[in-house]
């Protein structure tokens, strides 16, 4: 940490030492767009951090990033980036490869490997360097209402996919052509793509080939990932899109879907609903019982710009919001933190008590994998959506995905 103070080398005097001189305050310039969740969290962390680093001050700014970092981008061409700004998704990557990011090898983050889980670590990591350190590591599971299961007659969450099938048709209600409650809720767009990656991922199938020059959806388990999909679509028992995020957290949480696939956000939305944990979290289920889940996890992590007039400083900020005492403040908000034994931490340990679904969660977190960390994630996102979306309107699913691969061929290989 950085010291207080900087104490002179020898005496001036006689029998005397000098008084100690007050280092320079350095402020950094932080840029965040986070939920009003992750933002309470923030401002907690950044508190710890100024608290035992007084000398370095953060000079928080909310902005809006868009869906491609254009505020980041504008402020290249502008020479006028921050010191520090969150990244997700496969901007990391672009960034590092534009020559705009620091390496933060060279200020001892690599320190932090051990104690923060696998999935997050790797999403920083660029041919060789580490260009963010993670402060976000949330992982999809299943959430479910506990009295839905309980009138259903089910007396455990899903283990496998062929039980999640069949509790949604046992948990789904009908009144003539009328759904009173839908067996599973799954969100649109995003949510939609990170259902099927997380399907694909327990198939034991991935996104791209080796060389990332095409996508690998269309072997065995991508194909198997997608049949399920296109079943559960015909099943009539998924709610699917329509709706916010919020909303159908909502519908969990009131009973009107029995079971949706979320990350930690439910228990934020239990909270706000006033709602007396009526809803528990499970790890996905697998394809063969005796496997080992597998919850996709979407990853956040602070970059240092190589702009940045105060790099140092900028890195020991980054490593201290990944750190499980400032991590444990992102569970105070009911998030999942990235460090490993952040479930040790005193903030956290008390947060547990009154809410120990969230630890379920984080405990999820040992078998999350994440997107590949690439740069051309973003643009097979934009092929696997259109797919997935078409796969849920009852599309063949074979067809559809070897339809995708043809048209990914031609985008990766620029």
Same mark, same amino acid.
């Given at each position: 940490?950085?010291?207080?103070?900087?104490?002179?080398?020898?005496?001036?005097?006689?029998?005397?030492?000098a008084?100690?001189?007050?280092?320079?305050?350095v402020?950094?310039?932080?840029?965040?767009?986070?939920?009003?969740?992750?933002?309470?969290?923030?401002?907690?962390?950044?508190?710890?951090?100024?608290?035992?680093?007084?000398?370095?001050?953060?000079?928080?700014?909310?902005?809006?990033?868009?869906?491609?970092f254009?505020?980041?981008?504008?402020?290249?061409?502008?020479?006028?980036?921050?010191?520090?700004?969150?990244?997700?998704?496969?901007?990391?990557?672009?960034?590092?490869?534009?020559?705009?990011?620091?390496?933060l090898?060279?200020?001892?983050?690599e320190?932090?490997q051990?104690? !923060?889980?696998? #999935?997050a /670590?790797? +999403?920083?990591?660029? *041919?060789?360097?580490?260009?963010?350190? @993670?402060? &976000?590591?949330?992982?999809?599971?299943?959430?479910?209402?506990?009295?839905?299961?309980?009138e259903?007659?089910?007396?455990?969450?899903?283990?496998?996919?062929?039980?999640?099938?069949?509790?949604?048709?046992?948990?789904?209600?009908?009144?003539?052509?009328?759904?009173?409650?839908?067996?599973?809720?799954?969100?649109?767009?995003?949510?939609?793509?990170?259902?099927?990656?997380?399907?694909?991922?327990?198939?034991?199938?991935?996104?791209?080939?080796?060389?990332?020059?095409?996508?690998?959806?269309?072997?065995?388990?991508?194909?198997?990932?997608?049949?399920?999909?296109?079943k559960?679509?015909?099943?009539?028992?998924?709610?699917?899109?329509?709706?916010?995020?919020?909303?159908?957290?909502?519908?969990?949480?009131?009973?009107?879907?029995?079971? !949706?696939?979320? #990350?930690? /956000?439910? +228990?934020?939305?239990? *909270?706000?609903?006033?709602?007396?944990? @009526?809803? &528990?979290?499970?790890?996905?289920?697998?394809v063969?019982?005796?496997?080992?889940?597998?919850?996709?996890?979407?990853?956040?992590?602070?970059?240092?710009?190589?702009?940045?007039?105060?790099?140092?400083?900028?890195?020991?900020?980054?490593?201290?919001?990944?750190?499980?005492?400032?991590?444990?403040?992102?569970?105070?908000?009911l998030?999942?933190?990235?460090?490993?034994?952040?479930?040790?931490?005193?903030?956290?340990?008390e947060?547990?008590?009154?809410?120990?679904?969230?630890?379920?969660a984080?405990?999820?977190?040992?078998?999350?994998?994440?997107?590949?960390?690439?740069?051309?994630?973003?643009?097979?996102?934009?092929?696997?959506?259109?797919?997935?979306?078409?796969?849920?309107?009852?599309?063949?699913?074979?067809?559809?995905?070897?339809?995708?691969?043809r048209?990914?061929?031609?985008?990766?290989?620029?």
């Open positions: 940490m950085t010291p207080r103070t900087l104490l002179m080398a020898g005496a001036i005097s006689i029998g005397t030492v008084p100690a001189l007050a280092q320079d305050t402020t950094l310039q932080f840029w965040e767009g986070h939920s009003v969740q992750e933002e309470a969290a923030t401002i907690e962390m950044i508190k710890a951090f100024e608290d035992s680093h007084p000398n370095i001050k953060i000079n928080r700014t909310k902005v809006s990033f868009g869906t491609n254009e505020k980041i981008t504008t402020a290249v061409a502008s020479n006028t980036l921050p010191d520090v700004s969150p990244i997700w998704g496969g901007f990391l990557t672009q960034f590092a490869a534009s020559g705009q990011l620091l390496d090898r060279q200020y001892g983050v320190d932090m051990e104690g !923060i889980y696998p #999935g /670590w790797s +999403f920083g990591e660029w *041919q060789g360097g580490v260009y963010g350190v @993670p402060y &976000a590591f949330d992982a999809r599971f299943i959430a479910y209402n506990k009295q839905a299961f309980e259903a007659g089910i007396a455990q969450p899903p283990q496998t996919y062929d039980e999640l099938y069949a509790d949604a048709e046992k948990l789904t209600k009908k009144n003539g052509n009328t759904v009173e409650q839908y067996g599973l809720g799954i969100g649109g767009a995003d949510a939609l793509v990170n259902f099927y990656v997380n399907l694909l991922y327990s198939f034991g199938g991935k996104i791209f080939n080796d060389d990332e020059t095409q996508l690998a959806i269309d072997s065995d388990a991508g194909i198997k990932a997608a049949e399920y999909l296109s559960l679509a015909e099943s009539g028992y998924v709610s699917y899109g329509g709706s916010t995020g919020d909303d159908l957290r909502n519908s969990v949480i009131t009973g009107r879907v029995a079971m !949706i696939h979320d #990350g930690p /956000w439910i +228990f934020y939305a239990e *909270q706000q609903a006033n709602a007396d944990h @009526p809803v &528990a979290v499970a790890p996905m289920p697998v063969k019982q005796g496997e080992k889940s597998v919850n996709f996890g979407s990853v956040g992590a602070y970059v240092v710009y190589k702009s940045s007039q105060h790099p140092k400083e900028a890195a020991e900020f980054v490593k201290f919001m990944g750190s499980p005492e400032a991590q444990q403040y992102r569970v105070k908000l998030k999942t933190g990235v460090a490993t034994n952040v479930s040790e931490q005193p903030v956290a340990i947060t547990y008590k009154e809410w120990p679904e969230l630890k379920t984080q405990e999820a977190l040992n078998g999350s994998q994440i997107f590949p960390t690439s740069a051309k994630w973003p643009r097979a996102f934009q092929i696997i959506l259109p797919a997935a979306e078409a796969i849920m309107e009852g599309d063949d699913p074979q067809s559809t995905v070897e339809s995708a691969v048209q990914a061929s031609r985008q990766l290989r620029r």
